[in-house]
């Protein structure tokens, strides 16, 4: 089994338009003869289903017992549809988390399974944990105590109550004097998606910037979510990687407030904890 990945930009409909994809790196699984690489399914994945994951570079564990079982993956967080229009004199995107790449059976596809790396955590200062709660519209959730700042990991994992799901979970990000990034779960369709449209001032480009980036994501039973947040970018991985989501975002370093609530319904959130780099 051999894999070919292709950073995108514009992508033909049958690549990525259909799923309102048009920037980011696509990878297919296939087989490789020595001259040509036949994908096992021309339409292919996305590495990452956010809008600002390009020009990926993946590079194999020199340490590794066994130096395919997995790999590790950088790439440019930025995209060619407002790269040269960002607010910030002379910013041009950042580079994403370093990522582990594992090719995994998911619902009987092979896919490439990928998340924040261990060694990563030693970046963060404190740790705090959350309590285990059940929130709906009238419930949010109560966070605890801790020193809010622009940069943080928030993980938690989301189950349905009673075997039932509300109609749209909001997670709300680095909000602050009318600017926010929301994460927004919506399990009647099975996709998480990523509105970034309020994070801050927007770059000339307004509506390829304001577009919602969607993931397709699993139900139907407890789904995991880590979320890193930092000055200027947000990444998110679900159930441990199967899905990711990664933006840009340029809000003031002073919005850090953070939220999360349900509606049409409840849903249960455990296991949270926030870790701080301060």
Not at 166 to 171: A, C, F, M
Request: net charge negative.
């Amino acid at each position: 089994t051999e894999i070919y990945t292709l950073s995108l930009h514009d992508a033909l409909p049958i690549y990525g338009t259909a799923a309102r994809f048009t920037t980011g790196t696509q990878y297919w699984v296939g087989n490789f003869d020595g001259t040509t690489f036949t994908p096992d399914d021309w339409t292919g994945n996305w590495l990452d289903a956010g809008p600002d994951f390009y020009a990926t570079t993946v590079f194999a564990d020199a340490n590794a017992a066994d130096p395919l079982a997995y790999a590790y993956a950088i790439a440019w967080e930025n995209n060619w549809d407002y790269a040269e229009a960002m607010p910030t004199t002379g910013y041009y995107g950042q580079l994403s988390i370093m990522r582990q790449l594992i090719l995994q059976i998911v619902n009987g596809a092979p896919i490439l399974v990928n998340k924040s790396i261990s060694a990563q955590d030693s970046i963060f200062k404190s740790k705090v944990q959350g309590s285990n709660q059940t929130i709906s519209g009238a419930t949010p959730y109560s966070w605890p105590a801790w020193t809010a700042n622009p940069s943080c990991r928030i993980d938690f994992t989301l189950s349905s109550v009673n075997g039932s799901w509300p109609s749209e979970i909001d997670l709300t990000l680095r909000s602050g004097d009318g600017d926010l990034t929301k994460l927004v779960f919506q399990p009647s369709q099975s996709i998480v998606a990523l509105n970034r449209s309020q994070c801050g001032k927007a770059p000339i480009s307004d509506a390829a910037w304001n577009t919602v980036r969607q993931a397709v994501c699993d139900f139907s039973a407890p789904v995991s979510v880590s979320v890193f947040v930092d000055s200027g970018s947000v990444e998110v991985f679900l159930n441990g990687g199967e899905q990711a989501i990664s933006a840009l975002i340029t809000t003031p370093s002073d919005a850090t407030v953070v939220a999360l609530a349900a509606s049409g319904g409840g849903a249960a959130i455990s296991n949270l904890q926030i870790a701080s780099l301060i």
